[in-house]
């Protein structure tokens, strides 16, 4: 029998999570991205200006049924919309929904989902797409220098502080503290309202700071990561480094991982340095400090659309961001144009045309990793393993 | 709208330096969601400190300690930036004075009285609100295609005796049974409504004839006043 895409079955209370995955993808990008793969099947989301990712693998063992093609790997996209439409009601989801069974077919460029629901009522959504080309992002979470586990409460509730539509929000930390706080750009909003928390180190399951760093990013696009962690209890990992490097955050259980990468806004390289000191002595609580001395630049984010399309491999031929082309404006703050891997590397990113450019350019997109760091289904204890300096014994 | 918080009632501290010391007060401006949006967060805090701070500008700093299971709590910090009121722009913030009404009554239970507003309002954008000495008070509106009454007696009439008597307008030479009307925009009636929580101490209503209509409620430890300019009748 040869089989022309993908044939799953999510069996139970693993339809509901599923259907909430695509609802957290859904706050990022309009689009779904759907890559069957030997590993899982990954769902993969981004937003218009490439300044966030998100991805959720479904390991094989997610599914009661699943089968996907040997050979000619399959990528397509389609509307999310559509794909939540199927999954419209979350709540009836759990009460009738026994089975959903998607199957794929690719000579009629059709995706089927047909939910399994009580007294042998069957609903099927054909929903169409379009070949896609391949897309993952670029980041490394087990090399960065600070992680931090936390159960999803402790950060629903710093987050609710925050007016929903705050855009970005500055992450401090230091041997025992993280601050949050929300970014305000000084030219703009000189009269906005401030607001800053601190969490002490135990309040997280895990604290491990490499370097007191600041990071700024886009606070909305992580809402929908946060929805989803909080109702099915995992607890969220964050992961990153110096400023300008995406962080991640990231929820795992045995058989489903999620990652949403974000941009975060890069220093200025004479800056740099001063940030760095200024990071290692946060302000305390007591209001007489005046944090908002950042000289940030436009916020950049790496993407690399190199986009390779046909077989992915685990290693495509990509020379990262010498070929992307971006929008103009974004291009001239690219911090990324410096192609080399090292990534401290920067430009002259001072100068900007007109006012501050704050676009979170694409990132992080293009060579992709090798499949172990960016596919792990594994607990995340083993993650942590790996990420321990080589001082440390496992 | 006029409050008025009793600040022994509300805070364990209070320090203040205001102007100069024949003048000690301070005017402040500020964005009421901002305020708002920062005491909301905070509702569940151990402690809440309010501090006129100098920031990148002059701010209304609250702090507050929110309680966590660990051993050092979490604070939280909020910025509002506020502007602060020059001395000789203070008349224009005074507690307006109480215009002399035709009739002064007590308001139904606040609950009800916003359930019948919230009705009327889908099917009219002007309400009619008149009552008279003998505690009865109605609320009307009135289309092209229904009109609707809705009646309340035995209100009770606050007892303000000579206080508002002074034009001639005394409550005692009325006929009781005079109705005193306003026609006001419903909205703004349901948002004042719908911005109380909890049943005052005292709620009344003051009806000055086509003009104005003042609401006025007392708490143990606030007071809140609320003026809504009648609307000329169409036609």
């Known amino acids: 029998m040869y089989l022309q895409g993908m044939d799953c079955i999510v069996t139970g209370g693993n ?31 981004v937003n218009s200006s490439r300044s966030a990712y998100a991805c959720f693998l479904f390991a094989p063992l997610y599914f009661s049924r699943y089968t996907i093609p040997s050979e000619n790997v399959f990528r397509c996209r389609m509307a999310i919309k559509s794909v ?33 629901c009580k007294h042998g009522l069957l609903k099927t959504h054909n929903l169409s797409f379009q070949d896609s080309e391949s897309l993952q992002a670029v980041f490394d979470k087990d090399s960065c220098g600070n992680v931090f586990k936390a159960k999803s409460r402790l950060l629903v509730d710093t987050v609710m502080h925050f007016p929903s539509s705050l855009d970005e929000v500055t992450v401090s930390v230091n041997a025992d503290r993280m601050w949050f706080r929300n970014h305000v750009d000084e030219e703009t909003e000189s009269k906005a309202m401030l607001t800053e928390l601190c969490l002490a180190s135990d309040e997280f399951d895990e ?45 795992t259980d045995s058989v489903l991982e999620g990652n949403f990468v974000l941009a975060t806004l890069s220093d200025d390289p004479s800056q740099r340095k001063s940030n760095t000191k200024r990071a290692q002595t946060p302000p305390p609580p007591p209001p007489d400090d005046d944090f908002m001395n950042d000289d940030m630049d436009s916020y950049l984010i790496a993407m690399d659309t190199s986009m390779a399309p046909g077989p992915s491999t685990a290693a495509p031929a990509t ?60 607990p995340l204890t083993n993650q942590e393993v790996l990420a321990s300096d080589s001082e440390e014994d496992s | 709208m006029w409050c008025e918080l009793s600040q022994a009632n509300f805070f364990d501290e209070y320090q203040i330096e205001g102007v100069s010391p024949e003048d000690n007060e301070i005017c402040l401006e500020v964005a009421p969601e901002n305020l708002s949006r920062a005491l909301k967060t905070v509702q569940n805090a151990k402690a809440v400190k309010v501090k006129l701070t100098k920031k990148h500008c002059p701010c209304l700093t609250i702090a507050a300690e929110l309680p966590t299971l660990s051993s050092i709590g979490r604070i939280v910090t909020h910025d509002v930036p506020v502007d602060v009121i020059p001395r ?6 005074k507690e307006p004075s109480m215009p002399d009404f035709d009739v002064s009554i007590f308001l139904p239970h606040l609950k009800t009285m916003k359930n019948v507003v919230d009705r009327m309002k889908n099917l009219s954008n002007f309400l009619v609100i008149e009552a008279s000495q003998n505690g009865q008070m109605n609320l009307k509106i009135e289309t092209d295609l229904v009109s609707v009454t809705t009646h309340f007696k035995d209100l009770g009439n606050p007892p303000w005796g000579d206080v508002a008597s002074q034009e001639g307008r005394a409550s005692q030479s009325r006929n009781p049974d005079t109705m005193a009307e306003a026609r006001v925009d419903i909205r703004r009636l349901q948002q004042f409504l719908m911005g109380q929580q909890v049943q005052p101490s005292k709620a009344m209503c003051n009806i000055v004839h086509h003009k104005v209509v003042h609401l006025i409620l007392l708490h143990e430890d606030m007071s809140l006043q609320y003026f809504i300019p009648a609307v000329v009748q169409s036609g």
């Open chain 1, 84 to 116: 939540q439409a199927v999954f419209r009601s979350l709540a009836s989801l759990e009460k009738t929904v026994e089975k959903c069974h998607i199957v794929l077919d690719k000579k009629k460029n059709r995706l089927t989902f047909t939910l399994h």
């Open chain 2, 88 to 93: 000789r722009l203070w008349h224009e913030f």
């Open chain 1, 207 to 251: 604290f491990s700071v490499q370097d007191h760093s600041s990071i700024t990013f886009c606070l909305k696009e992580l809402r929908g990561l946060l929805v989803f962690a909080e109702s099915t209890g995992l607890p969220i990992s964050m992961y990153f480094d110096e400023p300008g490097s995406p962080v991640v955050l990231s929820v």
């Open chain 1, 319 to 378: 020379t990262p961001l010498a070929e992307y082309t971006s929008k103009p404006p974004v291009a001239a703050n690219h911090r990324t144009r410096i192609h080399s891997d090292d990534e401290q590397e920067e430009d002259e990113t001072s100068e900007t045309d007109g006012p501050p450019n704050k676009k979170f350019c694409s990132l992080f997109f293009g060579s992709v990793l090798p499949s172990s760091s960016l596919m792990s289904t594994q």
């Open chain 1, 15 to 45: 339809v509901k999570v599923l259907a909430k995955a695509i609802h957290s993808l859904s706050r990022i990008g309009d689009e779904l991205y759907v890559e069957p793969q030997d590993d899982g099947l990954a769902l993969r989301s």
